[in-house]
């Protein structure tokens, strides 16, 4: 591998990714993980498409902005019959906070996006636009998995995956997430897809301090757990999320499957499987998500998403 790609071999890889979205310009997702390690010396930019829109999200400063703008303008231009870029933006994570700049064309602040048949709105000026790709497998599994469920999503943010799973014909689905402002575009996403009339909740407050609330809403036959590693004032994956596990059987009526997620590149498989296996040991280990196609790392993927098989009658007593 070379020590470093030339944007010409960069766009090489760009060009493909951008031609399949000729036939689905609605549709969201990352044309190019640099963070992956696998383009050379360019793990500081990822490229993602947000229906018409191109994010260059940069990690490091760089003298490579306006370079990297041209060939991807002349590499869409190339593709016939593509007209799917309407502008670009430039997104820096090394200011904190994080800032975003409009570099050609239209960038609006709000915009709805497709992923698969799903539909969520995005927001082009925060750091986080609302809907995390790399989860995609997720909503994937909980589309032919939710039918019929009660679920439970802890840290729901926006909700995505209380759409999926409405969507997969989950009969009921409670949302808790501490901020009230990411739950109410939640609501929005749901209407986006038609979904106002669904059996869904959604709960503003802690959740390890809400456990009685959410036993109270249960019991749940599904439950997603896909905490940030740190939340200020809310959580802490190393203090918490074994905290967090050791409450789920109060929340469970006789089994339920779980989908557990990690999203670090601190915390290993075997690191995360060893604090499951501690904390909820009655958990049966069933598969792994395979990650989105379009997040290829060179070293272990940082989104750990798992699925437990849980049964209440084989469980001892829990701490």
């Keep these: 591998m070379p020590d470093v790609l030339s944007i010409a071999e960069l766009m090489m890889q760009l060009a493909p990714r ?87 064309g239209e960038v609006p602040q709000r915009l709805a996006v497709c992923e698969g048949e799903l539909q969520f709105w995005v927001d082009m000026r925060r750091q986080n636009s609302g809907l995390f790709l790399d989860m995609a497998p997720g909503r994937q599994w909980l589309l032919k998995h939710a039918q019929h469920k009660r679920v439970l999503n802890t840290f729901a943010f926006t909700c995505s995956l209380s759409v999926a799973a409405v969507a997969g014909g989950a009969s009921r689905v409670v949302n808790i997430d501490m901020n009230g402002g990411v739950l109410k575009r939640g609501r929005e996403n749901h209407m986006l897809n038609g979904q106002q009339s669904a059996a869904v909740d959604y709960l503003p407050y802690q959740v390890l301090k809400s456990i009685g609330k959410l036993a109270r809403k249960g019991p749940f036959d599904l439950i997603i757990v896909d905490p940030p590693t740190f939340q200020a004032g809310s959580f802490e994956f190393d203090k918490d999320y074994g905290r967090l596990l050791r409450r789920l059987p109060r929340l469970i009526g006789g089994q339920a499957t779980l989908l557990l997620c990690c999203n670090s590149p601190g915390v290993s498989l075997d690191k995360f499987q060893a604090l499951i296996n501690e904390h909820l040991p009655s958990a049966r280990f069933m598969q792994r998500l395979s990650h989105s196609k379009d997040f290829v790392e060179q070293a272990e993927a940082p989104l750990k998403a798992l699925v437990y098989d849980y049964q209440a009658d084989l469980v001892c007593a829990q701490g």
């Design 18 to 104: 951008l031609k399949q979205l000729v036939s689905q310009p609605q549709q969201a997702r990352r044309l190019l993980h640099g963070r992956g390690g696998t383009y050379a010396g360019w793990q500081h930019l990822n490229i993602d498409y947000y229906a018409g829109v191109v994010m260059l999200t940069w990690f490091a400063a760089t003298d490579a902005e306006q370079a990297v703008l041209q060939a991807v303008l002349d590499t869409a231009e190339s593709i016939p019959d593509s007209h799917i870029i309407n502008g670009v933006a430039s997104q820096y994570r090394y200011i904190k906070p994080a800032t975003t700049q409009v570099l050609w």
